[in-house]
Structure formats: structure tokens, C-alpha cells
């Protein structure tokens, strides 16, 4: 059974509609990349399986479970986190004050205290800043605060959207090994990245998005050896 499974989506913003129908699934452990233009529908969908944009039809089911009409919060109670677009950390709170916000759905403060550290292994630069006020850090810094967050609620998968965007090549570099990292340590990850190449670097499967529908899915390494998948996503 697929961790994640989406049927038939369709979600509409006002009259338009964004996505026009879309299956797809993730199963336990997998990276799943999807790519696309700017306007494909990529950060809709991830909106829609997290609860924040409700869908006209179709159905998403996390672990067999439908949740398709439950709200956010009782998403993420499931098992699902958040990295979204822009980062969005609380810019006036601490490092630490951010971290913890991450962690609300748990009650074990020893398991809190235990993931804490664990995120601080994983990016000591959060551990050297955790006083700082959030929005004082650099734009890569910031997005390992987001993905640090997300982690802090202990997921089984983790849903990111535009990882990469606005950072130095360095930091693209970073936030890639981090995300193989979190991988490697059990945690599914669907991603959302406008840099195909280093998306599909890194992932199992991908699906292809085309204003609101999937027009290809396959294995990361035969959509990097597609001609037409090279010539209008990596720039080849």
C-alpha cells in the first residue's frame, strides 16, 4: 500500500482550474520529485495534501487513511510536515523558539528534547544561532530553520516545496545532501524544485506536471536520459 495516494485530484482556484485531475502516490522510504514550469501546479498540490486549499473532488489518502477533507493541524498529527515556499519562519521569533513551534503536536518533552538534538547534529549552524532571532539569519540558514522545524515534529513524510529557491550554489548544494540525509535516516519525502536537474539527482521516481496535469511519470534516472524532458527542464 502507498504511504501517500492521491486519485483524481481537482482543485480550483475561484472558476479556474489549477489541477485537472491528477493521480499519483508515494510509497514508504521513496524520494518522489515533481516537476514543472512556474504555474504547472506544483505548490497547489502540496497545499491541497497538507490541508490548507480543499479540492473539489478526488480523494488523498495518507496510510490508508482519507484525508482529504481534515484540517492541517490533525494532517501533521498524522505523520505529514511542511516545508513550504519562501520558508515562512517566524521571523521574530529565536532559532530555538522556531524549532520548538515545530514540535506542538507532541507531548513527550524527552522524545522533544531528543529530535532537538538530533536537528541541531544535523545543522549545527542552528545550534550556534539558536538565540538568534529568526529573521536575522541568511536565506539558507532560514531554510534549514524550515526544514529543521518540520523535522521537529517527528514526520514519516516530509512534503517540500522549492527547497533550493534564492539560494547561493553552495547552499543548493547543502540543502540537497541534508534532504539525501533525511532520506537515508527512514523519512519519505515528496519535493517540489524548480531546479529539475538537482531534483531528479536525488529522487526514485518523478512525475511531470504541465498546467494541472501529470504528462509524464518514471524513474529519476530515465526522465534525465528524456530528450524532451533535457531540452525543457535541464537545459540541455
Known sequence: MAMLKVTDLKVYYGVIQAIKGISFEVNQGEVIALIGAN??????????????????????????????????????????????????????????????????????????????????????????RKTQLAGTLSGGEQQMLAMGRALMSHPKIILMDEPSMGLSPIFVNEIFDIIKQVSASGTTVLLVEQNAK???????????????????????????????????????
Request: proline share 3%; glycine share 8%; aromatic share 6%.
Open 39 to 128: 504555474g504547472a501546479g506544483k505548490t497547489t498540490i502540496l497545499h491541497t495534501v497538507t490541508g490548507l486549499l480543499k479540492p473539489k473532488s478526488g480523494k488523498i489518502e495518507f496510510e490508508g487513511t482519507d484525508i482529504t477533507k481534515m484540517p492541517g493541524h490533525k494532517i501533521v498529527a498524522l505523520g505529514m510536515a511542511h516545508v513550504p515556499e519562501g520558508r515562512r519562519v517566524f521571523a521574530d521569533l529565536t532559532v530555538y523558539e522556531n524549532l520548538m513551534l515545530g514540535a506542538y503536536t507532541r507531548k513527550n518533552k524527552d522524545e522533544i528534547a531528543e529530535t532537538l538534538q538530533m536537528v541541531y547534529t544535523r545543522f549545527p549552524r542552528l545550534q550556534e
Open 198 to 236: 538537482k531534483a531528479l539527482e536525488i529522487a526514485d521516481r518523478a512525475y511531470v506536471l504541465e498546467t494541472g496535469n501529470i504528462v509524464k511519470s518514471a524513474s529519476a534516472s530515465e526522465l534525465m536520459n528524456d530528450d524532451s524532458i533535457k531540452k525543457a527542464y535541464l537545459g540541455e
